[in-house]
């Protein structure tokens, strides 16, 4: 009894010694693993900021240097202001490669092949020599054309009414050019003037040659106007603007005007070709009418299709075409 009691004492105490034993050989584990586990986490997260590392951030590693150290983000980025700052001197120039480039003819890499080749002249001379800079003021020609250092845009707006079309030193509130401003296109030129009051179709554009080409008051450009007027409008004086009315001493020529489809009987649309400023107006001052309303509906083949009142869009190449050969 006493054996066999000591003996179950013995075998209890063992039982328990070995699940205690197991338990802690376990718990230990578990916890060795779970200390190792935080000090690799601890690790990762305690790592020096200015060490290189393959992960991302600025401490990435993109490449290695001459001398073979390993080159981070960080250093590649400010090298590289390092160099731009040093290669560009504040005296306004401009290497001529990248003129060409902003021109919107080809790349620079493009544009370097054609300097070689002798295809580019500043001032009057061949210029072959590569990094050439020059300034905005310079006449630079590509293949014998005057070529400017932006691309050239060409805007149609649909202009809303209260707002001016300023002439050149002109100082007025609420212009279109502050409706273009989002177009983000610097020296814009406007062709084919409206007042404040008018609406109706303007084109824009940072092509000095077009823009004075079809501002000429001699050139011949179709515009077709829709007008309401003070009153209804008398078929005799229709038919005398028809047949062509002078206005300071010139006929000017009507190609063509009637009332407005389904309209009252003080809707006119009327087509004219003359580049003249407010020349609608004179002839119906010379009838003796007073205009109320002035929209211009076509603009050298330009229309308002699609084109909401307050908005404009880039003209398609086909449309650029049909202009250039006014």
Request: positive net charge; contains cysteine; hydrophobic residues 30%.
């Amino acid at each position: 009894m006493g054996r066999g009691n000591d003996g179950a004492r013995g075998k209890g105490t063992g039982r328990q010694g070995g699940r205690d034993s197991s338990s802690s050989k376990g718990g230990n584990r578990r916890n060795a693993g779970s200390a190792d586990h935080r000090g690799k986490s601890q690790a990762r997260g305690n790592a020096p900021t200015g060490k290189p590392t393959t992960r991302g951030g600025k401490n990435q590693v993109v490449g290695t240097s001459r001398t073979g150290n390993p080159v981070t983000k960080k250093e590649y980025i400010m090298r590289k202001k390092s160099e731009g700052a040093k290669s560009k001197p504040d005296d306004g120039t401009i290497r001529l490669n990248k003129y060409i480039s902003n021109s919107g003819i080809c790349s620079r890499r493009d544009a370097d092949i054609y300097i070689k080749a002798g295809s580019v002249t500043v001032n009057g001379k061949p210029v072959s020599e590569m990094g050439y800079r020059v300034k905005l003021t310079d006449e630079v020609k590509f293949d014998g054309q005057n070529i400017q250092p932006y691309q050239k845009q060409y805007l149609l707006l649909n202009k809303p009414k209260g707002f001016i079309a300023p002439r050149k030193g002109e100082r007025a509130s609420k212009t279109v050019l502050d409706l273009m401003q989002s177009a983000g296109v610097a020296n814009l030129h406007y062709v084919g003037r409206l007042g404040r009051q008018s609406v109706g179709l303007m084109l824009f554009t940072n092509d000095l040659e077009m823009a004075n080409k079809l501002n000429n008051p001699n050139l011949e450009m179709r515009k077709i106007y829709q007008v309401a007027l003070d009153r209804s409008f008398k078929h005799e004086d229709l038919m005398q603007l028809r047949n062509g009315i002078a206005i300071n001493g010139e006929v000017i020529d009507v190609k063509e005007i009637n009332y407005v489809e389904d309209g009252r009987n003080n809707e006119i649309g009327i087509e004219i070709h003359s580049g003249k400023d407010n020349i609608v107006q004179a002839l119906f001052e010379a009838v003796k009418y007073e205009i109320k309303v002035l929209d211009r509906v076509v603009l050298g083949g330009l229309t308002k299709k699609d084109l909401p009142r307050g908005h404009y869009r880039s003209l398609t190449e086909q449309e650029i075409i049909n202009l250039k050969m006014i």
